[in-house]
């Protein structure tokens, strides 16, 4: 089994392929277009701070923080969203799984040990027993929450002996603050703050990642927008590839402007990012990763994993089969934006 990074909603409609011709083309440019994203330490805040999404969309963007992937689901469901940046592999492999409308489109990166437990160094926690009557918060339907029910579920221990919270980053670190919890399981910038303020980490993510708990963050796409303004979708891979680009050619110039639009230092920022495999585009068109246009790759059987997982913990009622999940990954925009 295979899982992935923020929370839960997804696909429908299979998107069509981006040749135009005849009464089948599209307008260009859209008149609006709303994003939903997270504050991250990530190159997608360099094309998000510069405006390289507005120039590769071809027209201004409303940006929206949401606190998980669930709430990027409910608002692409409501038309309040045509793309989900960063939307966690959770969310991802919940939203296909419920035929939500929109398609994985491209990957943000393998998170890997960038998402990881935090503990207070006053709460004594040093082995998983130690959990037991602590007081846990983390973002529900996210990465970060299926990693930690993993970590739950990988050393026997119940939610009736770990209390855990369902927090917003935000508002986690407002709880660490006032000394409320004990541990979360968060991404950075939250988790860099949480260890700044009297916190260690508390290393989970090789058992797991051995386990079948991988997590990734996603690009999404609403089908109804993909379907009108496909080019508008490559314009917007395009910009990610190109700050991802200045991430590994220029790491100091690309840390600075993710740590002013994050709201941290630009050593923080670059300690972050170092953290995560910012899998390169091309590579993700590959087997490995979500494969070639009309082709499953590798992590749709991860998507899969994750949903038979979901169902478990009786988040979704149903896991489809592999196939709903190779249906939900349209690639064709990316191959066109690598082209």
Known sequence: MALSRRTVL???LAAPGLALSGSL???AAPGACKVGFFTETKPTMIAKGLGWFDQGVGTKISWTEYGSGVEINAAMVAGGADF????????????????????LIGMVDNIGPAEEMTVRKTANITKPADFKGKKVATPFGSTSHFR???FLKTNNLTQSEVTVLDMRPDAIVAAWTRGDIDAAYVWAPAKSKLLAAGGVKYVTYKKLDAAGYVIADLIVVRNGFAQE?????????????RALSMWQKMPQQAADIVAKQAGVTPAVATADMSLYDFVPQKTQLTARWLGPPGKGGAFCHTLKGTAD???????????????????????????????
């Open 229 to 241: 303004y496909p080019n508008a979708v490559v314009g917007f891979l395009k910009a990610y590839g």
């Open 309 to 339: 997982f979901l169902v478990t913990q009786k988040s979704i009622r149903r896991a489809p089969l592999l196939a709903t999940f190779v249906r939900g990954t349209d690639t064709s925009y990316l191959a066109k934006a690598v082209a």
């Open 84 to 103: 989900g940046l960063a939307t966690g592999s959770v969310a991802t492999a919940a939203g296909i799984a419920q035929g939500l409308p929109l398609k």
């Open 148 to 150: 930690l029910l993993g």
């Open 25 to 27: 083309a599209r307008a």
């Open 10 to 12: 997804a696909a429908g």
